[in-house]
């Protein structure tokens, strides 16, 4: 079962920065946050992940609350070639192999409009 | 560099054949999970295998197994296909299984059974 909640949409205007929502109020001490994200029934793409600290790359800033129960994806300058489903995800640790399976949930769908 | 590829991109079956899927990871990589996405939902996690072991297991019916060979590559098999197999299949390959590590994924198989 999905360890978080997204909306289940979302509109933004292209050159506007996007920040997406997500809650994960039952993350365990040693499950990563990670974002993906799907279009046109692709293969998802990688975004970022994060354990506790902000993290930042060339697509997309992560910020996580202190307490680990959420968390928001920020695009900066958002484009219509970022018009997609948005996945967060807890990694969640399979047993006692500490195999991380990504569980996905429903997703959001980012619009972004001209 | 190649990213995943997965093979056939799409094929057609009947209610109780058996299927076969493949999986090149990306150089270097040696886990590979697989994963199920039904039309309007998020992938569901399959299989894991590292180093040519099964290491994770998700909710599926023993219809479904797998197998990594030693160049890494993998093979996905479905017996016993039911109408409710019909989805697009994807692969994702990651330097090795754990908590803390990107998983890249292949643009999948879409699997028709009829």
């Known amino acids: 079962d999905a360890k978080t909640t997204q909306p289940t949409s979302m509109d933004c205007a292209e050159g506007r920065a996007a920040n997406l929502p997500c809650n994960h109020s039952?993350?365990?001490?040693?499950?990563?946050v990670y974002w993906y994200r799907q279009i046109h029934s692709q293969g998802p793409q990688y975004i970022i992940h994060g354990l506790k600290n902000n993290e930042t790359n060339e697509m997309a800033s992560l910020i996580i609350t202190e307490d680990r129960k959420s968390s928001t994806l920020i695009l900066p300058h958002a484009t219509l070639r970022d018009t997609a489903v948005y996945y967060c995800i807890v990694r969640v640790a399979d047993g006692s192999s500490n195999t991380g399976k990504l569980i996905f949930g429903q997703g959001t769908t980012l619009q972004v409009k001209p | 560099d190649a990213g995943v590829t997965q093979s056939p991109t799409h094929l057609i079956k009947t209610r109780g054949q058996q299927v076969t899927l493949r999986c090149s990871p990306i150089?270097?990589?040696?886990?590979v999970s697989w994963y199920q996405q039904v039309l309007g939902q998020g992938p569901q996690f399959i299989f894991q295998y590292y180093e040519k072991e099964e290491r994770g297991r998700g909710n599926f019916p023993d219809r479904f197994s797998a197998r990594q060979f030693p160049n890494y590559s993998s093979e996905l098999n479905v017996n016993a296909l039911l109408l409710g197999d019909s989805a697009l299949y994807l692969c994702a390959s990651s330097l090795f299984p754990g908590m803390n590590t990107e998983a890249f994924f292949g643009q999948g198989t879409r699997l028709t059974v009829v």
């Open positions: 039952t993350i365990s001490g040693n499950e990563y």
């Open positions: 150089s270097g990589h040696k886990s």
